[in-house]
């Protein structure tokens, strides 16, 4: 027969996910906090410095295709350029789309509280697995390092960002 094993103190979750009890206070309150607002700003700026490089990246590889495709009267170049500029299109969508909802997220600085019985689910891939936390009919996508953390089918309390959805702050509740 095997034993449950116990829920790990909140000190832990702390220090995996990278919040203070300041966080998790202000997050009580329904607010971000400060060292939360500088965390979104930085991994907004981040995707957005990523998302300039990639842009510019398939726009000369594309050009490139696109300018050997009619030199050398090759369609299957012109075909391959063309490709790659819709799909640099669909990305500067994405991430104009994730730089949006970071933005609203910091000018409201509310949080979503979420509150429950917590599943955990371990989605197996080709190349590695995706770890998945459900709780009050949401779900999260975490790294297993934060997912080992939680208990399967244990009461906690998660904060998250109200639009991006990123996760911020978590705490078990008596149960």
């Not at 050997?68 to 994405?94: C, D, F, K, P, Y």
């Not at 770890?131 to 949401?138: S, V």
């Amino acid at each position: 027969m095997t034993q449950a094993s116990p829920v790990p103190p909140i000190t832990a979750l702390m220090d995996v996910m990278g919040f203070t009890a300041t966080d998790l206070e202000a997050n009580q309150q329904g607010n971000l906090s400060v060292a939360q607002a500088d965390k979104l700003k930085k991994t907004r700026l981040r995707n957005t410095i990523i998302g300039g490089v990639l842009f510019f990246v398939f726009v000369i590889v594309a050009t490139i295709m696109i300018f050997l495709g009619q030199q050398n009267e090759r369609v299957i170049l012109s075909l391959v350029g063309a490709v790659l500029t819709v799909t640099n299109a669909m990305m500067i969508g994405m991430i104009g789309r994730s730089y949006l909802r970071t933005s609203i997220d910091l000018r409201d600085g509310n949080v979503e509280m979420l509150e429950g019985e917590l599943e955990r689910i371990v989605r197996p891939g080709r190349q590695q697995d995706s770890y998945l936390l459900r709780i009050d009919g949401k779900s999260l996508y975490v790294t297993k390092d934060v997912f080992i953390q939680f208990r399967h089918e244990t009461p906690y309390r998660l904060y998250r960002s109200r639009i991006s959805g990123i996760l911020l702050s978590a705490e078990p509740l008596a149960g």
